[in-house]
Structures are given as C-alpha cells and as structure tokens.
C-alpha cells in the first residue's frame, strides 16, 4: 500500500540450510484457461538482464485494425535481492512456445547459497509498445525500463547499511493497512472454534443447524480484507484479480446491474474510506461514456446511461439482446451515484484528486453527476405514453401533457433479468418498480444536493426535480400484498427468478423506513420468491447477498440469518474463505461480489444509519446475543 509493490521474503530453513533456488516464469498458455480468447494472439517475451537483478515478462497485446490497444502491452517485473551466496543469469531448456517469441525462449535467475532472498514485484501496462511486427526484434523497452528504475528506487529506499530490510518496507504498509482494517472490529462471543483451521470449519457449518459464530466472524473480516486489497484507485472486480488464470467468468469484468452494488453495499458503513475513494474515480472514468450511451440509445442531451458492464477502461452499451436488453436498463446511474451520495453522508465535503484535478465533491462531482441523472429521468418520459385516473397503460400520439390523476409510464424499461408471466414474455417491459424507485430517488438526491450548493436558479431547478417526482408511476401491490415488479395492471408477476431488483425502494433506497405498509409488502415479496424460486435458480450466491441487504433494511432479522445460512452453510466457500458464484460450490467459479458484499449485510444488520438516524440492532437474530 506504500510503495504499489509486492515484496516476497524468502528465508534460510528452520534448521538453517541455505537457499538454492532458480527462479523462473511459467509459460503463459499453462495457467488455467489459457486459449479460449484473444490472448492467443498476443507475443510475449521472458527477459533477465545479464546481472540477474531482475526477471521479467512483457508482452504485446494483439494487433486489431481500430483497437485501442494495439499498439500497447503490460510488463511484470521482479527485482531480485539475493543476501549473501551468489545470483547468475540462466537461461533453462526452451518450451517451444508460439506466443513467446524471445530469443532465449526461458531465461531464469539461479541463486546458490544465499542467506536470505528479496522479491520486489511491480506490473503495469502501456499504449504505447510500438508496432506489432516490431516487438519480436525489439531490444528495448520504455515501459520494462520505467518498472526496473521504480523497484530499484523501492529497494534503494528500504536498504538500511547496504542491505535490505524487509521490516523497514512493511512497517508503513501494516500501519495504512491496519488502520483500515481496524477501523471496525465485528465479534459474536465464543464459540470454541477460534483455533479450528477454516477446511474444518467449512465442514463443522455444513453440518451445523445454526450459524457458528466464529464462521460468520471469518468470513466478515476476510470480505473487508478483500475490499481494503482492492482500494486504492478503483473498485473491485465480480472475479477478482488473484485467481491467476485466464478468461475469469463474465470476462473479468465489472458488473453494475448488482454485483458492483452488493461489493460497495458495505464500504461507507464500514468506514473504508479509500474504497470510498476509489470507487468514486472509477464512476468518473466512465463519464464519458455514460454521456454517449445516453446519447446513441436514447437521443438524449446532457444525461448519462450506465451500462451494464464494463472492462474497468471503457464503459460503451455494447450488449443488445430480447432477453437481456441492457440498453433499456435504466436505473444504473441513480444506483451507481447512491455510494457516491452516501460517501458524502458520511464524511462531508472532501476534495477529490483524479486525473490531476482537485474536484469539489459537492459542486463538481455530485451535483453534475447527480443533475444528468435526473435529466435522464425526465427525457425518458412523455405525455404520450402514460397511464389513465384507472391505471390503464395509454398511448396518444401528440399529447403534450397529463391530466389530473394521469401519470408517466416509463416505457422502455427492464427489470434484470426478469419478464412477466403469461402471454406477455419479452424482458422489454414498461414501468419496472426498480425503474419507479430510482427515479425517485435519484431526483431526492438531486434536490438535496440542490439545496446545499445553493447555485444560480436552485430553488426553479427544485420545483421542476419535485414536479417530476409528483408525476412518477406509483407502485402496485399483488393479490398477496407484496410490492410488483413492474407497475402494469397489463403484466403477471413471475417470482421463478434469483433477483429481486423490485425491492429497490429498500436497497438501496431508503424509502420504507417511515413507510410500514411497503415493509410489509417487501417482506411479503421476498416471501414469494422464497416459496416460488425455490430449486429453480436460487442458488447464485448474489441473490442470496442482495436478499440479506434488503432484509436489514427492512428489519428482518429472520430473513437476514435465513440468507446468511443459505450462503454459509452450503458449499460456496473455499477454504480462503473467498467464494464461488453458487452456493452449492463446484463451478470453479471465483467471485469477490458474496466475499465482500456480506460486509454490507452484516453492518445494516447491527447499525442502521442515515442523515441524522442512528439506530442500533435493527436486525439482530435470537441467536446472535452477544
């Protein structure tokens, strides 16, 4: 966290046998996955300066006609300290490996009786490596040169009396990353399983009718961890960065219709502020293209469209399917500004360094964001399509306003990943309750946001924001009681399904804190997706997650541990406690959303809080009493 470095130490045997080791790096097609993708394409090089103070591996990304990379590349570099014996540069038998086009196929760092052995690892990547064609004969680089000179200076920076200290390098890391981490300390009382390694208590939960404390306490400061690990510049990945293969599930991506929430669900609350930070520079990076997906999908002026994912650089809508129409996903930009809004919650007004830029939070961040957001809103909407005073869906060609009693439909709108019963059965729907609810909650923002930068025409831009709220859908209500997914009178309610993005007026939103009869009709909604979802896909662990955040919202502290014992209690977890995507285990599938997002869980369960609203144990299980 000091320096941006991995530092590996390396120490003589227990009884005292000096290292010989000879370090080497793998092929690039034998990590898992390797092949399946355009990496293939790549050219890659293994390279050891003829001294051996480094191993090193860059390559170059492929060559497509208008790619943005092609003329870029990413390099991993490791110095090397060896502390006594020698260090000389090897090179081992070739691998006869295609992508890798060096001239000395596998060159190596062989070390003979050295005392102790230093590691500084740092990787980068670079737009500009040159021509393709021009890699293989290249003999030098720009960016493996800026990598040699930086972990050079960390290692110069640390030597204390010509050698190396280790200690001297850890002690500013542990105490950012302490800080961070003790920040918030979460402990359930003793159970006797606090020395019991985490395979056993994998499988002691398993057999176990009730959640075991210490389990709950693991897994809760293992997601923290995880998120501390991932802040710093931006926000954490649904497959993490650690699982050291190639082609991850969902491309490695960033998901933002769930998975990027249920990571953030837990970094104000748990007073991460460098995740809050870096969350923040990861939204502003992807502005741009939120203005033009806005623009390219809808026609609008001056507003912003999330799309569904993004690689981390670019945020283009480039997915477009009947069954997944992600161009018609409207409420990511109210979803993915909340953090942002709650960020400012909690800590007040702060100044923002990205790109270097120091950003007002409140008048150059929040409110421009949070303005064509609402812009989005009212383009969106039209007199045309609106639904009657008996709430009839309508549609009449040039009607210029509503009126009285009549309100907007909003019409496209998708409710991921779901689609009503019956004879209707496109996901393409009109007036999604997840739509309803971040509209109007992303217009509140607006307007309190409004009311604390106080610029020119504040007070005409509040009654236009509040005009438009009056005139939002309203929620319908099933047979049951519990809250719809979409507000059509036209549309059968389907709860065959893992997610719940309907329950938005209660998380994210905060809306049925003062409002009993939309608990109820929440509550009676998750209660249907129980009963009717249950062995169809409800063992995706992130429907599981989200549950759990709706539930503490609402105060139940039944549904939470309900939740908490489908995901703990089943095989979900591997034995670092970082989590599959199913519950049931085996997929192989590595995800960071159930890791981290149980974080948020957890906190909402024990503390609810909102602008001047603290309340404890607003969620505690009977079995939780201590």
């Known amino acids: 966290r000091e320096d941006n470095v991995t530092i590996t130490k390396i120490t003589k045997s227990s009884l005292g046998a000096k290292i010989n080791m000879t370090l080497s790096l793998q092929d690039c097609w034998s990590l898992r996955g390797f092949g399946n993708g355009d990496e293939k394409n ?66 190596a760092i062989k070390i003979s009786g050295a005392n102790e052995v230093y590691l500084i690892t740092k990787t980068d990547r670079t737009h500009d490596m040159g021509k393709f064609e021009d890699f293989k004969d290249a003999e030098s680089y720009a960016l493996l040169d800026e990598l040699n000179a930086y972990t050079t200076a960390v290692a110069e920076k640390y030597t204390v009396d010509g050698k190396f200290s280790y200690d001297k390098a850890l002690a500013p890391h542990a105490e950012k990353h302490s800080a961070l981490f003790n920040a918030v300390e979460f402990n359930l009382g003793s159970d006797g399983y606090e020395e019991v390694a985490n395979e056993h208590l994998i499988q002691l939960q398993q057999n176990s009718e009730t959640l075991l404390p210490t389990l709950v306490e693991r897994a809760y400061n293992q997601g923290r961890y995880a998120q501390i690990c991932c802040a710093g510049s931006t926000h954490p990945r649904l497959c993490g960065m650690w699982q050291g293969e190639w082609n991850s599930g969902w491309r490695g991506i960033y998901t933002m219709d769930a998975n990027v929430n249920l990571q953030s669900s837990g970094m104000n609350t748990g007073n991460i502020y460098e995740a809050g930070e870096s969350y923040i520079k990861f939204v502003l990076k992807q502005i741009p293209d939120w203005e033009e997906n806005a623009a390219k999908t809808y026609g609008m002026t001056d507003a912003i ?12 809508m480039v997915e477009y399917s009947r069954w997944y129409p992600f161009q018609y996903w409207n409420a990511g930009a109210s979803w993915m500004l909340l953090p942002i809004y709650e960020f400012w919650q909690c800590y007040g007004n702060r100044i923002i360094e990205y790109n270097g830029e120091m950003l007002d939070l409140e008048k150059d961040v929040l409110l421009p964001l949070l303005t064509k957001q609402a812009n989005f809103w009212e383009q969106i909407v039209t007199p045309e399509y609106f639904t009657d005073t008996d709430g009839n869906a309508r549609y009449e060609e040039g009607k210029t306003e509503l009126l009285e009693g009549e309100r907007y439909l909003i019409i496209p709108s998708y409710s991921p990943e779901n689609y009503p019963l019956g004879d209707y059965d496109s996901t393409i729907t009109a007036n999604a309750t997840m739509d309803i609810a971040a509209a109007r909650d992303g217009l509140r923002m607006t307007i309190e946001m409004e009311k604390v930068v106080k610029s020119a025409g504040y007070e005409e831009r509040i009654a236009k924001w509040e005009n438009l709220m009056s005139l939002l859908p309203e929620y319908k209500y099933d047979e049951s009681g519990a809250l719809c997914e979409w507000a059509m009178k036209e549309y059968q309610e389907n709860n065959k399904h893992r997610h719940i993005s309907h329950l938005y007026p209660a998380w994210p939103a905060f809306e049925t804190q003062d409002n009993p009869a939309l608990v109820d009709a929440c509550n009676q909604a998750i209660e249907n997706r129980n009963r009717e979802n249950q062995g169809e896909d409800d063992t995706a662990s992130h429907g599981w997650v989200h549950k759990a955040l709706v539930a503490a919202r609402l105060k139940n502290a039944d549904s939470c541990y309900n939740s908490l014992m489908a995901l703990m209690a089943d095989n979900i977890y591997y034995t670092s406690l970082m989590a599959d995507h199913y519950t049931h285990g085996g997929w192989g599938v590595f995800c960071t959303d159930t890791t981290i997002g149980t974080i948020g869980i957890i906190d909402e369960m024990l503390l609810y809080s909102n602008t001047g609203v603290i309340e404890a144990l607003p969620a505690l299980p009977d079995e939780w009493n201590e």
Request: with cysteine; hydrophobic share 30%; charged share 30%.
């Open 42 to 107: 790549m050219r890659y090089k293994k390279l050891v300066d003829d001294d051996a103070t480094y191993i090193s591996l860059i390559a170059h990304y492929p060559d497509y006609e208008n790619s943005e990379l092609r003329y870029g590349g990413w390099c991993g570099l490791t110095k090397v300290i060896a502390v006594g014996g020698t260090k000389e540069r090897v090179v081992l038998d070739s691998t006869n490996d295609s992508e890798n086009v060096a001239e000395e196929q596998n060159a």
């Open 305 to 316: 469209q999330v799309p569904v994912n993004t690689d981390g650089d670019r945020a283009m």
